[in-house]
């Protein structure tokens, strides 16, 4: 009987442990943040069956995203649904009714499994937003953050999730770009780190898995690359120009180095160049740019303004 009963306890023990180790199936996604890259995750959540609460600060500002998820997705189904109009205005419709939106973050984590915050690329605003949150939401819910240059670390440590907590890095546009780099930190559980996976893979994404190393893997090697030509046209070596054909045609580059800091935006890119900058100051990768940061000063910040590295109509 003795035997029975320790074996009884080892097995129920053993189930809780197996159940305990069960990884999240990710059902319902608040994703914090209704610009251009909130919009778009919240868009690919939606568009893959999961119910997704985009949130911001303002009716107005979720009014503009949800126009834009709207026309996205009419882009998507011209695409996929070129010969079946039906069908693709079934999928509109069936991922927008997956869709609400909310002013109150703190009101809507309380019953979701995983929370992508998009907001602002600012450390302390980051962890303000997470540390809130952390108050509010279940237990089992994950935190991730989309950030492309800060520490995922550091955010994790606003909360007391650390080992719920990673990060998700899309890509813009989000609805297009294939990529997710998925950032496991030495606290993230083993359990989160495949849930993240899997939520990637279930939207449609190729994740990549990366340590929380400074701009992960692709800004890690993009960002030096685009600083080097800055370099490469400041000491007079070559033309702008000639540095961007060279690199589309040589290399096979879509966009040039200085086409494509005028797309990301040079306020972006010297955001990101200077905190790299900060955490490794004899790091010559991470060297400041005097002409960048001209250039910033300027408000010369690229397509989004009309001139930066090249004038735009």
Not at 146 to 174: C, E, K, M, Y
Not at 201 to 206: D, F, H, M, R
Not at 241 to 269: N, Q, R, W
Not at 275 to 283: A, D, R
Request: with cysteine.
């Amino acid at each position: 009987m003795a035997f029975a009963t320790r074996h009884f306890v080892r097995a129920a023990s053993s189930s809780a442990a197996s159940a305990a180790a069960k990884k999240l199936i990710v059902k319902h996604v608040t994703v914090i943040g209704g610009g251009l890259m909130g919009a778009g995750i919240a868009q690919v959540a939606a568009a893959s069956g999961h119910t997704v609460v985009l949130v911001d600060q303002s009716d107005e500002i979720l009014k503009k995203s949800t126009k834009g998820i709207e026309e996205s997705l009419k882009r998507v189904t011209k695409k996929q649904f070129a010969d079946k109009p039906e069908a693709g205005a079934e999928f509109i419709e069936k991922t927008l009714k997956n869709l609400s939106t909310s002013t109150d973050a703190a009101a809507v984590v309380h019953s979701t499994d995983l929370v992508i915050e998009a907001i602002v690329e600012n450390q302390e605003i980051k962890n303000e937003l997470f540390k809130r949150l952390d108050k509010f939401a279940p237990e089992h819910t994950i935190f991730a953050s989309n950030t492309s240059s800060l520490q995922i670390t550091q955010l994790a440590n606003s909360t007391t999730r650390q080992d719920r907590f990673g990060g998700l890095h899309f890509f813009n546009p989000v609805p297009m770009m294939k990529l997710v780099e998925v950032i496991k930190t030495p606290m993230t559980s083993q359990k989160t780190f495949e849930s993240l996976m899997d939520f990637s893979k279930a939207v449609g994404k190729s994740p990549v898995s990366c340590k929380d190393t400074p701009g992960f893997i692709v800004n890690r090697l993009l960002v030096p690359y685009m600083m080097e030509a800055v370099r490469l046209f400041e000491r007079g070596d070559a033309s702008k120009e000639d540095i961007d054909v060279a690199m589309k045609l040589g290399a096979g580059y879509p966009m040039g180095p200085f086409e494509l800091l005028d797309y990301v935006g040079l306020d972006t890119s010297k955001y990101i160049i200077d905190g790299w900058h900060s955490l490794e100051p004899n790091n010559p990768l991470f060297a400041p740019s005097p002409l960048l940061n001209k250039l910033v000063q300027e408000k010369k910040l690229g397509k989004k303004t009309g001139e930066g590295f090249y004038k735009y109509k």
